[in-house]
């Protein structure tokens, strides 16, 4: 393989795992989040409105993570630092 | 495919200028422009017009989430954290409109934004306090903590920035790739989908940065009257 290639296949293959790593684990961190959010809700209804407006902001935190990886995947595909090495 | 509004150029006359700041000059103009026509016919007694209706439930709704989540009297807060709500929501709700590219989309905008948030915290802080109870917040409780404070304040702006811009670019981005292989329903569920997000987006981000402002300030109270022995 030259060096291009080298670098295009890397680059696809590390912008593919990124996302689904990163979109996994951030799911379930959420999946955990929402879970426990509606089980206080379930146990104290008056709190609704406390308890929810947390659980977004602590949403927006756990989705950083994953909105991190979707912005490395796209400078890894659409701006890929290495290409100047080879081009 | 274009990653960012920044990269699409329009001249107007000798001025090259980018499709960001088009579009941002026209959700400032709306903005204030709605404003202006709708505060025309304001009056303190019913019957009020719609459009102060609307006006008014907005206000209302902004100055009721200050209060719950700093906890503080929320008419200092009202003006910033609801030009940004305003702000940002707008240029979210617009991105169905065909051709519009929501500004919020940029990394520029979005990281003049979290700027805005990183100097406002600050500022509210030693408006409420003065600067050197303010400044000595950041030796508590050990001068140790001065670099993680100062980082920490330096990652949220990042985050902040990085969170607006990548939700927003993401859900433009999910359409234009929608309509290359499915052309018919799927790019409309989306965007229905992306209104959603934006209007949660906006949300969270005025939320944020409303819960930034508070703990500094509150952090900067805390220290000045835990001598009284009182822990507000």
Known sequence: ?87 | MTLSPDEIIYAIGPLQVSATLVFTWLVMALLVGAALIASRRFRPEPPIGRAQLVFEALVTFVLGQIRDVTRHEPRPYLPFAGTLFLFILTSNLLSVVPGFQPPTGSLSTAAALALAVFLAVPAFGIAKVGLRRYLRTYLEPTPLMLPFTVLGEITRTLALAVRLFGNVMSSSMLVAILLLIAPLIFPVLMQALGLLFGVLQAYIFTVLALVYIASGTSEAEKRTTRGTGEIS
């Open chain 1, 1 to 87: 393989m030259t060096d291009m290639s080298i670098i295009a296949v890397a680059s696809v293959i590390g912008a593919a795992l990124t996302v689904a790593i990163g979109a996994g684990l951030a799911a379930l961190a959420e999946g955990r989040a929402v879970a426990q959010a509606l089980q206080s809700i379930a146990q104290q209804p008056d709190e609704t409105n406390s308890i929810s407006r947390t659980m977004f902001v602590g949403l927006a935190m756990i989705e950083t993570s994953g909105i991190y990886c979707f912005v490395i995947a796209l400078i890894l595909i659409f701006a890929n630092p290495f290409w100047s090495a080879v081009t």
